[in-house]
């Protein structure tokens, strides 16, 4: 008897490929769907000997009719610097992906998941974020696009939800790092791990002082799985990341010393509306799930920069 069938959207993502590969360690048929945006078919090459595995190029903001039992909705660029390069497409990769999503789980009665974001937070006036928190989300500016697009993604989970009695799942994942996030993709961690790996200067925006919690991938896997395979009634929407919460100066002093790299540091101006602090509450992921991060960011880091290392030297050799 085979397995499961998964669709993992966005699966030649960062997050995605990590969850490629643990499904079909479990057991699953996995089919992978990506417009490569920001994904590459480099992230999923390991995978694609592998009989159970399909990969699939083809933008979510399309229908989409194919035949699965599970289907977990990661399309949409993550990175700040991504997601506001076409921000239309970003909003329209959320709520049209989302929407394309929910129709073929309505077809099929498919359980979906979807990767929402800390984001629905905005700069959070509760600390550390809960749930039931509402969230301070400016409408209109730079960061809308990923925050309102995620926000009305999770509204149409929970219509399609009340209206249609689908099997929803809603994570809300916080920052996570880890192997094959983008050298380039202008996230805190490949950044600073980047530039200290070259010596160049580590780009510190603000003061510093705002705060993130940082998850290693595979922590975050392990619970975007429990929660698809909790019973129906948990819907969430349910946190999942690190509670453990650092300055951004503290991580970039970590990087440092992890890299034994002299990198000065370089001030720059915040970007708008950067949130001033992040720190999941995960008191639901560990009552329902049974799950709370085993990678405390010593050793999370210490692997990221040993792959970031080694990708940089072939690049470089190149
Ligand atoms: P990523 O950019 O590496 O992966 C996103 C993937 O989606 C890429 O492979 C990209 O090519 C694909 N994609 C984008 N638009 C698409 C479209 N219209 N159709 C098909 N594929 C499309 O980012 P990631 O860090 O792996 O994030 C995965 C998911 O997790 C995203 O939904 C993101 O919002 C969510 N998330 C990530 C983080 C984090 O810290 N990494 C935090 C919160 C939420
Ligand atoms: N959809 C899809 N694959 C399917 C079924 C539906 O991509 O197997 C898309 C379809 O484009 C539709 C959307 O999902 O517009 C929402 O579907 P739903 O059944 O909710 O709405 P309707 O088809 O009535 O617009
Ligand atoms: N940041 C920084 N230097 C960088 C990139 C980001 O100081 O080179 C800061 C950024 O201003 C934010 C935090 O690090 O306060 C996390 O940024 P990231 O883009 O990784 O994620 P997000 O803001 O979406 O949490």
Redesign the pocket.
Known sequence: MSGPRILV??????????LCERLLDLGADVLC????????RA?VRHLLGNPNFELMR?????PLYVEVDQIY???????PV??QHDPV??T???V??AINMLGLAKRLGAKIL??????VYGDPAIHPQVEGYWGNVNPIGPRSC?DEG?RCAETLFFDYWRQHRLQIKV???????GP???PN?G?VVSNFIVQALRGQPITLFGDGEQTRS??Y?DD?VSGLIALMNTPPEVTGPINL?NPGEFTMRQLAELVLELTGSASPMEHLPLPIDDPRQRQPDIGLARQHLGWAPTTDLRAGLGKAIAYFDKVLTTNEAN
């Open positions: 959207t966005g699966g030649a993502g960062f997050i995605g490929s990590h769907v990506d417009n490569f945006f920001t994904g590459s992230n083809h933008d979510v903001t399309f909705n990661l399309a949409c660029p993550a990175s991504h997601y497409q970003t329209k990769t959320s049209h992906g979807q990767a929402s974001t800390s984001e990923y995620k994570a809300r994942i916080f920052n996570t790092y094959r996030m983008h993709d996230r940082f998850c991938v975050l990341g």
